[in-house]
């Protein structure tokens, strides 16, 4: 084969970045750019749509030009994004008719209330397997039709189109030729049937989404359609929600295999096979991929607030420069100083599922300093991770014996070293970190046979580093008991609003 690389479109909610793998699965480039966070109101987190294409048709072309390839040396596309962040635009003109409402975002927490109130949420959470939230993408896409003069008219008339930013950048590299979404990204909407592997007609109606708003759902590895905005037509082949594509990135597709993403959010997956499982803890179940890369089922934790923690402190806050500089933090005192931080910034996820909550810091003295307060913030990444793998353990009734680790704060060594000390098991990062990237990636090359099959992609996965357990039975049982007050104090302050 004469294209040589892959590209894989890695959408974020903070940053577009786009990273050219080879058949090795190696980084042979890669361009990253960070774009606008609006917070209109206290609770509120938009984006800008077209900020979002221009950043990442941006990232595109400077990961082809930092190594010199040319539209031609692209074998494929694949595209790994923000799931739940809901757009609306004009079929005709392409224009957003209101800016991306974010996943974080809180607005419609009042829509939640008014679906738990009359009992709908248990058929939502029956059908979609998720648990009713905010953070999904039905009730943002409602909200923007009540709100919006004349949206949902224009709707009914089949002149707006609804996607998550996979379906978004798709139509903008097929200049509006194709709309279409994956399973995995549809599974995420609040208004998709995995069951039926269908859109459902009954929560449509009840949240007064017309039918024809929504893009046709397909494989994850199946080529969608061709771009020309780079010159010669390239295949775009490859799409799945950023977790999915991680967990498909690290090999992990078999029942019973698990990983944890650290990223903006941090996001826990277990592949549960051609079976779902429906959680009664506080888990979601959601779809994920198989090996031949078509639908399958997954159990799912999700913390709202992880990477985004390291992110307050540097630009609200102002205690660090950059995010690298939080593990120089962290080694530069032993402990917390019994601080706690709960990042409970945009309501706590999996498995409290409380939306009023609210970020809090307790345990302060007069001898928490800066270093004290930035370790506080990297160490609740990993007590949010514990809670759901205990959770977890729970539901599927198996006992972790070690944790796949990847995304950007797995780099941190500090973080990865007391998430295995308060497990008390293995944390495995691979060599290669940027796997939800990688997913995209291979996902795309199957379905061009850039890569064969699953197994040679199988023989890409190396192990970089691995940290065993470290801590005290002792200790780890203290600092796990003033977490735990730490979070019961949030959710009292929820209680009390």
Not at 22 to 46: H, L, R, T
Not at 287 to 305: M, N, Q, R, T, W
Not at 398 to 423: P, T, W
Request: with cysteine.
């Amino acid at each position: 084969m004469d294209k040589k690389y892959i590209m894989a479109m890695d959408q974020g909610t903070t940053s577009c970045r786009a990273i050219l793998f080879d058949q090795q699965g190696n980084i042979c480039s890669m361009a990253q750019k960070e774009f606008p966070q609006y917070y209109p109101q206290p609770g509120w987190v938009e984006h800008d749509p077209m900020e979002i294409w221009s950043s990442q048709l941006s990232v595109s072309t400077e990961a082809m030009s930092k190594i010199r390839v040319s539209p031609e040396d692209i074998a494929a596309i694949g595209i790994t994004n923000q799931r739940e962040t809901t757009v609306v635009w004009e079929r005709e003109t392409g224009d957003p008719v209101y800016p991306a409402i974010v996943w974080q975002c809180r607005r419609t927490a009042d829509i939640v209330r008014g679906l738990q109130e009359t009992g709908f949420d248990k058929v939502i959470w029956e059908r979609t397997g998720l648990v009713p939230d905010a953070y999904f993408s039905g009730t943002k896409i409602k909200w923007i039709l009540d709100r919006v003069e004349g949206a949902r008219a224009r709707a009914e008339r089949g002149e707006l189109l609804f996607g998550t930013v996979d379906t978004w950048l798709i139509w903008n590299l097929t200049k509006g030729q194709v709309h279409v979404t994956d399973y995995t990204n549809a599974s995420r909407t609040m208004l998709f049937d995995i069951h039926k592997m269908q859109w459902d007609k009954e929560i449509l109606e009840r949240l007064e989404i017309p039918m024809q708003m929504l893009p046709q759902v397909m494989p994850s590895s199946k080529i969608y359609g061709y771009t020309e905005v780079f010159g010669p037509p390239i295949p775009v082949s490859g799409a799945a929600g950023d977790q999915q594509a991680a967990l498909f990135g690290q090999c992990c597709l078999q029942p019973g295999d698990v990983k944890n993403t650290y990223g903006t959010g941090c996001f826990l997956l277990m592949h549960t096979g051609d079976q779902p499982v429906q959680s009664r803890n506080g888990l979601l179940t959601t779809v994920c991929i198989d090996e031949k890369g078509g639908p399958a089922y997954a159990l799912e934790g999700s913390v709202f607030v992880a990477g985004a923690a390291v992110q307050w402190l540097r630009d609200e806050m102002g205690l660090i420069g950059k995010a690298s500089e939080s593990e120089e933090c962290c080694r530069a005192v032993e402990d917390t100083n019994g601080a706690y931080l709960v990042p409970a910034f945009t309501g706590m996820g999996a498995p409290y599922w409380e939306q009023d909550a609210r970020g809090i810091l307790v345990g302060l003295t007069r001898g928490v300093n800066k270093d004290h307060m930035v370790r506080a913030a990297v160490e609740s990444l990993a007590y949010q991770v514990y809670d759901l793998i205990r959770t977890m353990e729970k539901e599927a009734k198996i006992e972790l014996r070690g944790l796949k680790v990847d995304g950007g704060a797995s780099a941190n060594d500090f973080l990865m070293q007391f998430q295995a000390d308060l497990l008390g098991a293995c944390v495995i990062r691979p060599r290669c970190i940027e796997t939800t990237a990688l997913g995209a990636a291979y996902l795309a090359g199957l379905a061009v046979g850039y890569w064969k099959d699953i197994k040679e992609i199988r023989r890409n996965w190396a192990v970089g580093s691995s940290f065993e357990p470290k801590m005290g039975v002792r200790e780890r049982e203290e600092r796990l008991h003033g977490w735990e007050r730490a979070v019961k104090t949030a959710m009292y302050w929820a209680a009390e609003r």
